[in-house]
Nanobody
């Protein structure tokens, strides 16, 4: 059973928008820092954005002003809204949950995002 269930992703033209979502259990959602990482072709996996249980968000410089991470407390889901997409944003996007104190983290399976005309 997957602890982090991702949805969304797909093919979008440059300048377009896309949203990816990650659903999890209430226990993880309420206690873990939720985030999105990505790994593009030939690149290392990098943090895109994360958000604490209290709602404080952190973004990579490359996505500031274009991407927004948010928490849906009713659905135990984290969303990543991606606007003004660029081909450089093409990657597998992975949902990640990290406990802020314990050395425990969980990864999703990944969902592909392709920005191309």
């Amino acid at each position: 059973q997957e602890l982090l269930v991702e949805s969304g992703g797909g093919l979008v033209p440059p300048g377009g928008s896309l949203k990816v979502s990650c659903a999890t259990s209430e226990g993880i959602f309420s206690n873990y820092i939720m985030g999105w990482y990505r790994q593009g072709p030939g690149n290392e996996r990098e943090l895109v954005a994360d958000i604490t249980p209290g709602g404080s968000a952190n973004y990579a410089d490359s996505v500031k002003g274009r991407f927004t991470i948010s928490r849906d407390n009713a659905e135990n889901t984290v969303h990543l809204q991606m606007n003004s997409l660029d081909p450089e944003d093409t990657a597998i996007y992975y949902c990640h949950a990290r406990h802020p104190i314990a050395a425990v983290s969980v990864w999703g399976q990944g969902t592909p995002v392709t920005v191309s005309s």
